[in-house]
């Protein structure tokens, strides 16, 4: 029970942090593209690891969840979940970027659906729990 409070607490503290961002591209907007490629290159890290700790925050809610109920639920269904969302993730991102038909700009549309995405995730991830 003192676990499932603290990452509560944890991930209180991660929505209280997170305010929403304007779309990737729209931050990244620049003179050209060259900026806007550096400007999103520099971006996407960031909202790939507070995807990838929203996750573990959440994963280890299931896993905590599954042990004090006995049923393990949660857990595998949330497994399930995140492949999903990778799947569609690329899937997405893939064809936004194919929907440029091969223009100079795909990279940039491509690069920033994934960040836009990862961060809709992470803020996902967030308010479901602290509510």
């Known amino acids: 029970m003192r ?5 509560s607490c944890a991930l209180l503290a991660f929505s ?4 929403t961002s304007p779309p990737a591209q729209v931050e990244c907007d620049g003179a050209n593209q ?10 996407a890290p960031q909202a790939e690891q507070d995807r990838k700790n929203a ?16 049923r393990p639920e949660a857990l595998p269904a949330f497994k399930k979940s995140t492949r999903a ?3 569609y993730r690329q899937a997405h991102c893939a064809w936004v970027g194919k929907s440029f038909a091969g ?4 990279g940039i549309a491509e690069l920033s659906c994934r960040i836009d995405l990862d961060r809709s ?9 602290v509510q």
């Open 3 to 7: 676990l499932i409070f603290t990452l």
């Open 16 to 19: 209280a942090q997170a305010q």
């Open 34 to 43: 060259i900026l806007i490629k550096t400007c999103l290159a520099k971006l």
């Open 55 to 70: 996750e573990a925050a959440a994963r280890a809610m299931m896993k905590n969840l599954d042990r004090a109920t006995g």
């Open 85 to 87: 969302y990778e799947t």
């Open 103 to 106: 223009g100079s700009g795909a």
């Open 121 to 129: 995730r992470s803020d996902e991830l967030s308010r479901f729990y």
